[in-house]
């Protein structure tokens, strides 16, 4: 199993951006999706996770309305797409999958990552 991220970059307030997330060797098992993001000197946070089989998404209240997170199981990619950027969303942004269905919540842990992609919101 193997996650890459993609898609970071430098953007003024406002803008939006895109992430990718490239997912292999999943075969046809049960997964869950998720980003999420570390700012410096600040916690891990998780942005919101998305079942692969239904495409029934969670978020966080940071990220709700303003992102969407999206997978596309025929190309095997998932999204998450930010709008009305602000600083406050700067962050290393990863991608991470939990083998299971997705509850009434995202799950506790994940075992797969992606390396990180660098969101950098500044005027």
């Known amino acids: 199993v193997q996650l890459q991220a993609s898609g970071g970059g430098l953007v003024h307030p406002g803008d939006s951006l895109t992430l990718s997330c490239a997912a292999s060797?999943?075969?046809?098992?049960?997964?869950?999706f998720a980003w999420f993001r570390q700012a410096p000197g600040k916690e891990r946070e998780e942005v919101s996770c998305?079942?692969?089989?239904?495409?029934?998404?969670l978020y966080s209240d940071s990220s709700k309305g303003r992102f969407t997170i999206s997978r596309d199981n025929a190309e095997n990619m998932m999204y998450l797409q930010m709008n009305i950027l602000k600083p406050e969303d700067t962050a290393l942004y990863y991608c991470?999958?939990?083998?299971?269905?997705?509850?009434?919540?995202?799950?506790?842990?994940?075992?797969?990552w992606g390396q990180g992609t660098q969101v950098t919101v500044s005027s």
């Open positions: 991470a999958a939990a083998r299971g269905f997705l509850g009434g919540t995202c799950p506790r842990t994940y075992e797969f």
């Open positions: 060797g999943f075969g046809r098992d049960y997964f869950t």
């Open positions: 998305i079942s692969r089989t239904t495409g029934r998404a």
